[in-house]
């Protein structure tokens, strides 16, 4: 039994992976409870983990492209209990969390900040499956249409299109939001930077593995002046040189409805221009301690360059007055990352500009972490290697190690429950076969006999009651994700033989 949900978790989970999803298919059981309880057969190695997929019938999306790497991978893998993980996890997105889907319209599911994250582990089939090509661009689209109105928000309302209702969140009632939003297309404005470059890298993901630039459309364009505007809006330093109070967004409310109250009219903590732009809440929904958050910025350096290859690379759009802009941007919050956020090799979390600096790290992708991951640098950087053992040691206040279960956490749940997602993470962050190994497996033993990825799991208590999420689409997809990038980088740990897989 999951022991809470809270807040943020109810959030992400009412995104793409709403449990009406499930529930909207007659006969179907609610994913979350269904998660709960181990229900298929149980694999033949020690951990006798059991088979979580859905029935067919209760499948909220069907691929054939994914059935056949489900089958390639589980040939390949040695250990039964992995490929019984891969094969509860691999599909669990499209399994669980596709809300609605009409393909002669161009709609889709449901998105949100987890979106990109949860699709960046199909990249390499997209190419190969027209109806999942045809689910990202829908996908994408519809985020486009959102950023164009609501740049500062995270998470969004089914478009008017799908006929779904709007779903009520009960913790963004009392909360004032400026500039205010229409809750009928916003489900919550939490206002997180990496949600914006989810959209950007999920939009260049596609195009990579399809060379469709359809997406780049009127509303797609309008998005990333959008999010050029947030970003320079959101690098200034909180008092002008008169000492005028610059708030371009701003998140307050009435009494219990903020949980923490935010100071300074809702606009947190004062910063001073760095070059790093800066977040209001964190990848974890949590409160951000200092605005410029380092792997925030580090994920938004790689995907503006990213996004400027692409409009390079695209036929059909002759303009370089964007792609120039993103490059310069990416080049200034590159370099303010180097400058003012490193202190003898270690990466600070957080900074404000005006010395102050935050060393720790949090769970959430993007992470400190998992800053190779995000392909900001490479996992040899003497930075990198230095911050890691920091992060991974007493000297990161959110590592925590009990006798079965290790890694870093975050507030978001509290400090003894560290979180699989940051040994994924890690497993991204190293060639060291040994540390690979110890990392897989320190996730691979503790699901609680359940056979799926959790938010977090107590240091205390690895019975079923320690974990948190019994179902946490996104940790499961960025597993099969690890997973993949095993099989390509380092078969011979995984494989019966040493031999590479990449689907295609
Ligand atoms: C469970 O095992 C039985 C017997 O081997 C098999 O017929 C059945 O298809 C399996 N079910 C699942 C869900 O794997
Ligand atoms: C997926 O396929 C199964 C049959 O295997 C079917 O019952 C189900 O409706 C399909 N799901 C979707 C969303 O098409
Ligand atoms: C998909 O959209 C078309 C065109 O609006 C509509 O006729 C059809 O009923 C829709 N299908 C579903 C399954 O919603
Ligand atoms: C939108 O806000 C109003 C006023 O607080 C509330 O009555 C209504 O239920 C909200 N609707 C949604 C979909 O959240
Ligand atoms: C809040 O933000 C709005 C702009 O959306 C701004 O006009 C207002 O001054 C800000 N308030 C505070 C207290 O920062
Ligand atoms: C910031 O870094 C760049 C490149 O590393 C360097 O050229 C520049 O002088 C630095 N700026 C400051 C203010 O330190
Ligand atoms: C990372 O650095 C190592 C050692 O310097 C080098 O062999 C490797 O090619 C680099 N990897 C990337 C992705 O740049
Ligand atoms: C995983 O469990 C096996 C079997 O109990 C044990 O031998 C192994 O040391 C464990 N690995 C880790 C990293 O905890």
């Not at 180097?338 to 202190?343: E, L, M, P």
């Amino acid at each position: 039994m999951a022991r809470r949900l809270s807040i943020s978790s109810l959030l992400t989970v009412v995104g793409l992976g709403t449990t009406a999803v499930v529930q909207a298919q007659s006969g179907c059981p609610d994913y979350t409870n269904f998660a709960m309880a181990p229900q298929g057969n149980k694999s033949t190695g020690p951990l006798g983990l059991p088979f979580m997929r859905p029935a067919p019938a209760c499948r909220t999306f069907n691929s054939s492209a994914v059935e056949k790497v489900i089958s390639d991978m589980t040939s390949r893998l040695k250990d039964p209990d992995v490929a019984r993980l891969f094969e509860n996890t691999f599909p669990n997105t499209l399994d669980t969390t596709v809300k609605y889907f009409n393909s002669s319209e161009n709609l889709a599911a449901q998105w949100l900040r987890d979106t990109a994250n949860q699709f960046a582990v199909y990249e390499s089939i997209i190419g190969s499956d027209k109806e999942l090509a045809t689910l990202v661009r829908a996908v994408i689209n519809n985020e486009a249409r959102y950023i164009s109105q609501y740049p500062y928000c995270g998470s969004f309302q089914p478009p008017p299109e799908s006929g779904l209702a709007p779903t009520v969140n009960s913790y963004a009632l009392g909360v004032i939001v400026n500039p205010p939003v229409d809750n009928n297309t916003v489900f919550e404005c939490k206002f997180e930077i990496d949600s914006l470059c989810g959209f950007l890298k999920l939009s260049r993901q596609y195009y990579q593995a399809t060379k469709d630039d359809s997406i780049i459309n009127e509303d797609w364009l309008t998005a990333i002046g959008q999010i050029f505007q947030v970003i320079d809006e959101q690098s200034q330093s909180s008092f002008d040189e008169n000492f005028n109070w610059i708030s371009y967004y701003n998140w307050t409310g009435g009494a219990g409805s903020l949980s923490p109250a935010v100071n300074n009219g809702g606009n947190g903590e004062p910063k001073a221009f760095t070059g790093l732009v800066g977040t209001h809440h964190r990848p974890s929904d949590d409160l951000s301690t200092y605005a410029f958050l380092t792997p925030a910025n580090a994920m938004l350096a790689v995907e503006l360059t990213n996004l400027a290859d692409m409009l390079d690379d695209a036929k059909s759009f002759k303009n370089k007055e964007i792609p120039d802009m993103a490059r310069t941007i990416s080049k200034r919050v590159t370099d303010a990352i180097w400058n003012s956020t490193v202190v003898d090799n270690i990466f600070a979390y957080e900074t404000n500009g005006l010395g102050g600096r935050y060393v720790m790290d949090d769970a959430n992708v993007p992470s400190l972490l998992s800053l190779p991951y995000l392909g900001f640098l490479n996992k040899t950087d003497p930075s990198y290697v230095t911050t890691r053992k920091l992060l991974l040691s007493r000297k990161n206040p959110y590592f925590a190690q009990g006798k079965k279960f290790f890694g870093i956490g975050g507030p978001h749940v509290d400090a003894w429950n560290p979180w699989p997602m940051s040994q994924i993470s890690s497993i991204f962050g190293t060639d060291d076969d040994e540390e690979i190994m110890t990392a897989l497996y320190t996730i691979v033993n503790n699901t609680a006999g359940l056979g799926l990825i959790h938010e977090s799991q107590s240091i205390y208590d690895d019975s079923t009651s320690g974990y948190t999420r019994p179902w946490f689409a996104w940790a499961n997809s960025y597993f099969a994700e690890m997973l993949l990038d095993l099989a390509d980088r380092k078969p011979s740990l995984i494989f019966k033989t040493n031999e590479k897989y990449v689907p295609s």
